[in-house]
């Protein structure tokens, strides 16, 4: 491809990367919703329209993991999460697209129909599930850490085998997280330019902590850090995210080889939406994701998006966002998660 082709995408860090998605991810503007709330301008960045299996934060990212991957000369891929993971969607589907065979870690119960995410991984024809029953670990991050190591565990069964396996962590690796989002900020930023405007604030779901890691990252690095990027917990208190994104965020200026300042207050995260825990409904996410859908015909997701957006309203009605005049809502992702059994009763109670 020349190098002028509008379709060349932007590199950061010598560090392979294959390209997996349609770039740009739609930008829209959200005229209704802001006129709801009284401004600012409300514009959303279309992650979930990233052009492969519905979509999500997971393809940029997985660039990077799949590159690193075939450069190794896998095999097969590993991978865990949740049982409605979108990561693990994102991943096999991905994977099928170069021909590697993906297997992988749920968390949770098998359940005796597989609905939203789980049913989408069977369509996609994963290769294997194993499951780590959660009945037995006392917290979220026991179970996590088991799943991941059960992950662990089948790559060296499969090295065994003569197979190469190579595995991805939930949310991906950070560093790949990192440059990934910081891409999409400097996409952003070409977008908004080209209608004579700039983005004041980006707003997102924070999970792992990788794509806010990368958002902030790429205010640093093109926009001289004057753009804010506010997090919105899906499930980890504040201090454990801003201590992860200070660390993930020095990794990649190391990597990077530069030696940039990053300033307390571009780590931004707020707690107060995630409710009574990771994935479990709120009533504010609930009337956020009808008010998007009624008043725009956007749907968002239950689990990130949804809580995100119940932050970004609040946020605003606080006054937070005085004095902005454009604010990007990233659209990360997870609708299929709307579809699972668990999810569907929020939205329409019996
Ligand atoms: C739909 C969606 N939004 C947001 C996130 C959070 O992204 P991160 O883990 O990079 O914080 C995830 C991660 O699982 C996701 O699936």
């Not at 998605?21 to 209704?32: R, S, V």
């Not at 709801?36 to 660039?63: C, T, Y």
């Not at 440059?179 to 997102?204: F, H, K, S, W």
Request: aromatic share 4%; hydrophobic share 45%; net charge positive.
């Amino acid at each position: 491809m020349g190098e002028n082709s509008p379709r060349r995408t932007m590199q950061l860090g010598k560090i392979p990367r294959i390209r997996l998605g349609e770039y740009p991810t739609p930008l829209a503007e959200l005229p209704n919703l802001s006129r709801v709330l009284g401004g600012p301008r409300l514009f959303i960045k279309r992650e979930d329209l990233v052009g492969i299996a519905l979509g999500g934060n997971k393809v940029r990212k997985l660039e990077y993991a799949l590159a690193e991957a075939l450069a190794q000369r896998a095999t097969v891929l590993i991978t865990s999460g949740a049982v409605q993971s979108n990561h693990v969607r994102l991943t096999i589907a991905c994977a099928n697209r170069l021909g590697l065979r993906t297997v992988v870690v749920l968390r949770g119960e098998k359940p005796s129909l597989p609905t939203g995410n789980l049913l989408l991984d069977h369509i996609l024809g994963v290769a294997e599930v194993h499951w780590v029953d959660p009945k037995g670990y006392a917290t979220r991050e026991e179970l996590v850490r088991a799943t991941e190591a059960r992950a662990q565990e089948l790559a060296e069964e499969l090295r065994r085998r003569g197979e190469v396996p190579y595995v991805i962590p939930n949310g991906c690796k950070p560093l790949h997280s990192a440059l990934a989002y910081a891409g999409c900020v400097l996409e952003l930023l070409e977008q908004m330019r080209a209608q004579n405007l700039a983005p004041d604030a980006i707003v997102t779901a924070c999970g792992t902590a990788g794509t806010q890691t990368g958002l902030i990252l790429g205010s640093l690095l093109f926009a001289q850090g004057q753009i804010r990027v506010v997090g919105i917990s899906v499930s980890a208190k504040a201090e454990v995210l801003r201590e992860r994104l200070r660390r993930n965020l020095e990794e990649a200026l190391r990597f990077l080889g530069l030696d940039l300042p990053v300033p307390e207050t571009a780590i931004e995260v707020h707690d107060g939406y995630v409710g009574p825990g990771y994935a479990l409904p709120t009533p504010e996410m609930k009337r956020a994701v009808e008010l998007l859908a009624r008043t725009e015909g956007i749907l968002l997701d239950p689990v990130y998006t949804g809580k995100a957006m119940a932050g970004l309203l609040d946020l605003v009605r606080q006054g937070a966002f005085r004095g902005a005049e454009n604010v990007v809502f990233l659209h990360t992702g997870g609708v299929p998660a709307l579809f699972a059994d668990t999810q569907a009763p929020t939205f329409y109670p019996a």
